[in-house]
């Protein structure tokens, strides 16, 4: 995806099918988690390439998965509660180690996976057993067609998400949209 935050909508997707089974802040975290190698990978291969190891299935259900969790309960409650004070107690009963939070954050790296290998020009599903592009589930079989198409259908959602939110009312507005 052109622009990461828009994977906030798979993370809000998930949690509201799970019927908040799972863990939204892990989800969150999980669904973004991928795309912090982009500007390592960019550095590395001067511009060759923007995604490697945490965009493969193996790479997200190993490393993809540990740093999740890692920001899952360290971070992400720190930097929430830093923007949120008032989400400081919340935020410290969604973001404790457990089952569901490592479930959620699995659900999160490989659906961020799943969702760019829909529409990118390089997808390195298979890394590191082969460093060619698996390109069997771009839409369309055009990776520039499937980008437009999916950028703006998740614009479209993250817009519908915002609205649905605020019509809610301002009551808990940054709780629904940050712990769940």
Excluded: Q
Excluded at 12 to 31: D, E, Q, R, T
Excluded at 68 to 82: D, E, G, Q
Excluded at 103 to 121: F, K, M, P, R
Excluded at 154 to 176: A, T, V, Y
């Amino acid at each position: 995806m052109p622009v990461a935050p828009l994977h906030y909508c798979l993370a809000y997707f998930f949690h509201k099918i799970s019927k908040s089974g799972l863990n939204f802040p892990a989800l969150i975290v999980g669904s973004m988690v991928p795309d912090l190698e982009v500007p390592f990978i960019l550095l590395v291969t001067k511009g060759e390439t923007n995604r490697l190891v945490l965009h493969s299935v193996l790479g997200s259900v190993t490393l993809g998965l540990l740093l999740s969790i890692f920001i899952s309960v360290l971070l992400y409650p720190k930097f929430v509660a830093l923007a949120f004070p008032s989400l400081r107690r919340d935020l410290k009963g969604r973001c404790g180690f457990s089952n569901s939070l490592v479930l959620s954050s699995l659900i999160g790296v490989l659906g961020h996976v799943l969702l760019d290998s829909l529409h990118h020009e390089y997808n390195p599903l298979l890394y590191p057993f082969s460093i060619e592009s698996f390109n069997g589930f771009v839409l369309f079989g055009d990776y520039s067609f499937a980008s437009v198409i999916i950028g703006l259908t998740f614009m479209i959602f993250g817009l519908i998400i915002i609205l649905r939110e605020i019509n809610l009312g301002r009551e808990g507005f940054w709780k629904r949209l940050l712990v769940g």
